[in-house]
């Protein structure tokens, strides 16, 4: 049987593979992991041993984490170390993610895209090169209609949060009203 220290190493080597897999680092995932699975904030100290990597690394990707909001940062009264705790709303954390790394660098392969097609239909279609032309164009066509589509399915995802987000909030202003409508003699 395996203790939860082994199954919270292991989870933290997970999470490490799969910041890797999305372009972050390895130290990122990890950092998170060691977050995620810690009932009471953390500092840099104390993420040391858990995560194995320097102080300094750890604190260029604990900023990196507070950008992308995954982590927030936890101030103790009379202690100058800084404690960190893991953002659990991954609804979220995959929003400001979008919105601010995939999404940029996705409009930049579909635009990419779409310039290499319009570089492709601008040469004549004739001689030697007629049938590369058309096989390029097509193949060209099918990724930038593809992009397309993953660019609709983002912003219907981000669009799908605002809703979430505003859906809760005019609950809570409708239930402030009732409320103070009540106390009201």
């Known amino acids: 049987m395996t203790t939860l220290d082994e199954t919270r190493q292991s989870f933290i080597e997970n ?3 799969i910041s890797q897999f999305w372009g972050y680092s390895r130290a990122m995932g990890a950092l998170y992991g060691a977050l995620y699975l810690s009932p009471a904030p953390l500092s840099l100290d104390d993420l040391m041993p858990i995560v194995g990597v320097t102080k300094g690394a750890i604190s260029t990707n604990i900023r990196a984490l507070e950008q992308l909001g995954m982590v927030h940062k936890h101030v103790r009264t009379g202690d100058r170390k800084d404690y960190y705790q893991a ?4 609804w979220k954390i995959t929003r400001t993610i979008l919105e601010r790394r995939q999404k940029p660098e996705f409009d930049k392969a579909l635009n990419d895209v779409s310039l290499a097609l319009q570089k492709v239909r601008s040469r004549p279609h004739s001689g030697a090169e007629a049938g590369l032309v058309k096989f390029y164009e097509e193949r060209l066509l099918a990724m930038e209609s593809f992009f397309h589509t993953v660019d609709s399915v983002v912003a219907l995802l981000l669009q ?5 987000v505003e859906g809760l909030r005019s609950f809570l202003r409708i239930n402030s009203v009732k409320r103070t409508r009540k106390r009201i003699p």
């Not at 953002?87 to 991954?90: H, I, P, R, V």
């Open 15 to 17: 999470l490490s593979r």
């Open 87 to 90: 953002d659990t709303d991954f």
């Open 160 to 164: 799908i949060e605002r809703l979430r």
